[in-house]
Nanobody
Framework: QVQLVESGGGLVQAGGSLRLSCVAS????????AGWYRQAPGKEREWVSG???????GYADSVKGRFTISRDSAKNTVYLQMNSLKPEDTAVYYC????????????WGQGTQVTVSS
């Protein structure tokens, strides 16, 4: 059973940066797309960003130009660099694999909390 483990969340002031990491057990990300989703209190989970096995990337309009997704296949890790954070970015961020945008895959991490203070 593949496991995804996120880390890197925390509390940051508006305008600050955080980098999230998602480590997969085994060489999983080399054969599947990976992505990040987030869920704020009282809201549905939404897609944030994704990266394909070929390295193509996609972003939600709300984070375009501020967030960057990347992958290190040698480390079985996907990253989400988040810059110019806003209070509305506050959410639990989840790593996902095997899906894209509105059709996530069935493998999820446990989530990491990101809180942006104003």
């Amino acid at each position: 059973q593949v496991q995804l483990v996120e880390s890197g969340g925390g509390l940051v002031q508006a305008g600050g940066s955080l980098r999230l990491s998602c480590v997969a057990s085994g060489s999983f990300f080399s054969t599947r797309a990976a992505g990040w989703y987030r869920q704020a209190p009282g809201k549905e989970r939404e897609w944030v960003s994704g990266i394909t096995t070929f390295g193509s990337t996609g972003y939600a309009d709300s984070v375009k130009g501020r967030f960057t997704i990347s992958r290190d296949s040698a480390k079985n890790t996907v990253y989400l660099q988040m810059n110019s954070l806003k209070p509305e970015d506050t959410a639990v961020y989840y790593c996902n694999s095997g899906g894209w945008s509105t059709k996530p895959g069935n493998i999820w991490g446990q989530g990491t909390q990101v809180t942006v203070s104003s």
